[in-house]
């Protein structure tokens, strides 16, 4: 369980930003395609922090253009 500081979730800005540093509407299409991990509650779209970490953990470098 993360500590009282940790985010468990952040907007799909922010992680497009952050992870990608992508813009607000590319950040969306990407989470659109399904290359941000995304859940949703109510209306709103959020980005679980540990599955993007989780993610990002799994990338070898093989696919990098």
Do not use: C
């Amino acid at each position: 369980m993360p500590d009282n500081n940790e985010r468990l979730t952040m907007s799909v800005p922010e992680a497009g930003k952050k992870y990608f540093d992508l813009s607000r509407d590319a950040s969306y299409a990407a989470a659109q395609r399904g290359d941000i991990p995304t859940i949703r509650v109510g209306r709103l779209l959020r980005v679980p922090v540990r599955a993007m970490e989780r993610l990002l953990d799994g990338v070898d470098g093989a696919g990098a253009a």
